[in-house]
Nanobody
Framework: QVQFVESGGGLVQPGGSLTLSCVAS????????MNWYRQAPGKERELVAN????????IYPASVHGRFTISRDNAKSTAYLQMDNRKPEDTAVYYC??????RGQGTQVTVSS
């Protein structure tokens, strides 16, 4: 059974760092690229980070480039999303996702002073 469990979200102040985690199971984690998406209320889902199977290449949209860092530990079947210099517009539900495999339930991140 494929499962994704995200954690690390919460209510945080602007600025600073926050790291989300996604533990995957039920498939061979190292065989797939990983994605982090987010969806804010009333907005479309947005891809915020992608990492290759080996973790040797990453992609970010302009909205988070230079602030977010995706990484992975294939031995632990875990992906991470480090969010630096948080902004209120980063408020959303964040999901880890593997194309054609599945995605998690998401973890809420609220950036507010």
């Amino acid at each position: 059974q494929v499962q994704f469990v995200e954690s690390g979200g919460g209510l945080v102040q602007p600025g600073g760092s926050l790291t989300l985690s996604c533990v995957a199971s039920g498939f061979t984690f190292s065989d797939y690229a990983m994605n982090w998406y987010r969806q804010a209320p009333g907005k479309e889902r947005e891809l915020v980070a992608n990492i290759t199977r080996a973790g040797d290449n990453t992609i970010y949209p302009a909205s988070v480039h230079g602030r977010f860092t995706i990484s992975r530990d294939n031995a632990k079947s875990t992906a991470y999303l480090q969010m630096d210099n948080r902004k209120p517009e980063d408020t959303a539900v964040y999901y880890c996702d593997v194309a054609r495999v599945g995605r998690g339930q998401g973890t809420q991140v609220t950036v507010s002073s």
